[in-house]
C-alpha cells in the first residue's frame, strides 16, 4: 500500500489498473447492496477503503466478518478526488485468509493506553501503537545511518558480563546453578566456581567498558543493544530491559561528545520528521499538541549548557517547592532536570562536571579535584535521555578512584590495560532509545514505546 501510494502521486501507474492487497479490516459498513471495508495493511499508516458491492458472491459473508479478520482484495483502484483519501479500491474479488471473531478486545473506541498494556499481543493493531513501533524502527535505522555515515563501527558488545559497568549493584544475576542447592563454602559464601562461567556473571548494565577497547583501535565505534537494570524503581521513565546507544569516541573531550550528542539528536528528529509524517502528525494532534513546535524550536536553536554546580544556584535560587531539597553534592531528581528544562531553558540543556561521588569511576577527574568531566542531557517532557563523560585516561588517576571507590581493581584489569598500550583522551555517551522515543513522540510511559515491556512485577508476554 504505501508502494501504491508513493507511486500513485507520482505517476498515476496503478489509477485504474487492477491491484491485490492483503490486510486486516478496522471497519466494515454495509447497507443492503454495498459495503465499505477500512482496511489495513500494515506497510501504510492509514486505511484503504474497500468498495464492495453485492455482485461478489460472497457478499453477505463479506458484510458480516468481524473485525480484525484477514482478508485479500482484487479490485480496480479508483480516483477519489472529492473524499478523505484520494483512492479507493473498487473489488471485484475478496477471499478471507483469516477469520477474526465478535470477541477482538480492540473494538473501534478510544481505549486507555494501560488497558492496551493488558494485550500487548495485539496493541500494535491500533493507530497510537502502530504510529509509536513504526517511528522506534524509523528511530533506529537513523540512528544507524548517523554513525555510519561518519564511519563509525558499530560493536556488538555482549549481554552476559562479569564486569559491573556502572558500579551501582543493579543487576540481574546470571546462573544455571540449582536454586534449590546452591554450592556454598564454610563461610556460606556461593561458590561460583562451579556455576556455568566459573564466576559470577550478570546481565550487562550497558556496554561501554566493552566499546572502549574497540574505540581504542577503531577511534569512532558505537554500540545499540538491550541492557538491563533491576532498579527498584517504578516509574514512567524506568524499565529493567531497555535498549541503549553508546557512541565511544578517541582524540577527543567532552566538548567534542556535547557536539556529537546534539548532532545525532538533531539527525534523529529531522529524519523522523522526514520519513514518517503521517505518524508524526498524529502524535501532534492527538497525543502532544505542541510536539511540532518543541521539536522544530529544537532544530532551530542550540541546547544549553551549563554546569552541575550552575544548575544547583538556579534550582536553589529558584521559588519552586521541590519534593526534595537541593544542595551542592546531591544527585538531580526528576523534578529538577524537568525544571531546569521545562521552565528554565524550554529546550534540552546539557549539565555537566558533577560532583565525583555520584558519578561512576571512569569518568575523569577534573582539575578541581572534586567535580569529573560528565555530561547529562535533560530535555523537556522527559528529563534525563542521554548521560555520558570524558573518560579517565590517566593509569593511576583511574586506578586511585578504583581504590576510593572500593572496586575490585582484580575484575577490571583488562580495562586497565587500555591506558596502558597508548591510551588516549576519549569520551563517550548512552542515550536511552526508549525515552527517546518518547521525547519524539510525546508518548509519556516508558511501558507504551516497548514491544513487551519488562517492569517491576511485569514480565508477561
Ligand atoms: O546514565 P546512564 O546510567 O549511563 C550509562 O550507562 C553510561 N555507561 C553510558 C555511556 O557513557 N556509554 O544511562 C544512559 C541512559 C540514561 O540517560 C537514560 O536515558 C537511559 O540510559 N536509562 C534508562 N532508560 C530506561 N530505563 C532505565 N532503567 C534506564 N536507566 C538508564
Ligand atoms: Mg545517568
Known amino acids: 500500500l504505501a508502494e501504491v501510494k508513493k507511486i500513485f502521486k507520482e505517476t498515476d501507474k496503478y489509477l485504474d489498473q487492477i491491484i491485490k492487497v492483503g490486510g486486516w479490516i478496522r471497519t466494515v459498513r454495509t447497507s443492503k447492496t454495498f459495503g465499505f471495508i477500512e482496511l489495513n495493511d500494515g506497510s501504510y499508516f492509514k486505511n484503504i477503503q474497500i468498495v464492495f458491492e453485492?455482485?461478489?458472491d460472497n457478499f453477505e459473508e463479506i458484510a458480516k466478518l468481524p473485525i480484525s479478520s484477514a482478508i485479500i482484495v482484487e479490485g480496480k483502484l479508483v480516483a477519489t478526488p472529492e473524499a478523505k483519501q484520494p483512492f479507493e479500491l473498487k473489488a471485484t474479488k475478496i477471499e478471507v485468509e483469516g477469520y477474526s471473531t465478535t470477541d477482538y478486545p480492540l473494538q473501534k473506541k478510544r481505549h486507555s493506553f494501560e488497558f492496551l498494556r493488558t494485550i500487548a499481543h495485539l496493541r500494535p493493531r491500533s493507530n497510537t501503537f502502530s504510529a509509536?513501533?513504526?517511528v522506534r524502527s524509523i528511530a533506529a535505522y537513523a540512528i544507524h545511518k548517523f554513525f555510519q555515515e561518519r564511519g563509525f563501527v558499530y560493536v556488538h558488545t555482549p549481554i552476559i558480563t562479569g564486569s559491573d559497568c556502572e558500579g551501582a549493584g543493579a543487576?540481574?544475576?546470571?546462573?544455571?546453578?540449582d536454586l534449590n542447592n546452591i554450592p556454598k563454602d564454610e563461610q556460606g559464601t556461593v561458590d561460583f566456581s562451579k556455576d556455568f562461567f566459573g564466576k559470577e556473571t550478570n546481565l550487562t548494565v550497558s556496554g561501554q567498558l566493552n566499546v572502549e577497547s574497540y574505540c581504542m583501535a577503531f577511534k569512532n565505534v558505537y554500540t545499540f543493544?538491550?541492557?538491563?537494570?533491576?532498579?527498584?524503581?517504578?516509574?514512567?521513565?524506568?524499565?529493567?530491559?531497555?535498549w541503549m546507544i553508546e557512541p565511544e569516541i578517541a582524540f577527543a573531550d567532552l566538548e567534542d561528545n556535547m557536539e556529537l550528542a546534539?548532532?545525532?539528536m538533531k539527525y534523529i528528529i529531522r529524519y523522523v520528521m522526514e520519513h514518517a509524517p503521517e505518524e508524526m502528525e498524529f502524535f501532534n494532534s492527538f497525543i502532544d499538541p505542541g510536539l511540532f513546535d518543541r521539536l522544530n524550536n529544537v532544530l532551530n536553536s542550540d541546547f544549553g549548557r551549563i554546569t552541575y554546580t550552575e544548575a544547583i544556584e538556579i534550582l536553589k535560587n529558584s521559588v519552586e517547592n521541590f519534593e526534595y531539597p537541593v544542595e551542592w553534592g546531591c544527585d538531580l531528581q526528576t523534578e529538577h532536570e524537568r525544571y531546569l528544562t521545562e521552565k528554565v531553558f524550554k529546550k534540552p540543556v546539557f549539565v555537566t562536571n558533577y560532583p565525583k561521588e555520584i558519578k561512576a569511576f571512569y569518568m575523569r577527574l577534573n582539575d578541581d579535584q572534586k567535580t569529573v568531566a560528565a555530561m547529562d542531557l535533560l530535555v523537556p517532557g522527559v528529563g534525563e535521555i542521554i548521560g555520558g563523560s570524558q573518560r579517565e585516561e590517566r593509569y593511576e588517576v583511574l586506578e586511585r578512584r578504583m581504590d576510593e571507590m572500593g572496586l575490585h581493581k582484580e575484575d577490571y584489569w583488562w580495562y586497565l590495560e587500555l591506558r596502558?598500550?597508548?591510551?588516549?583522551r576519549h569520551a563517550g555517551f548512552g542515550l536511552g532509545f526508549e525515552r527517546a522515543i518518547m521525547y519524539l513522540t510525546g508518548?509519556?510511559?516508558?511501558?507504551?514505546?516497548?514491544?513487551?515491556?519488562?517492569?517491576?512485577?511485569?514480565?508477561e508476554f
Open 54 to 56: 453485492d455482485h461478489l
Open 132 to 134: 509509536v513501533f513504526r
Open 171 to 177: 543487576m540481574f544475576r546470571v546462573t544455571t546453578m
Open 225 to 242: 543493544g538491550p541492557t538491563f537494570r533491576a532498579e527498584n524503581s517504578n516509574t514512567a521513565r524506568h524499565a529493567a530491559e531497555f
Open 262 to 264: 546534539e548532532d545525532m
Open 420 to 424: 596502558k598500550y597508548g591510551g588516549t
Open 443 to 459: 508518548m509519556s510511559n516508558i511501558r507504551d514505546v516497548i514491544s513487551f515491556p519488562r517492569t517491576v512485577r511485569t514480565a
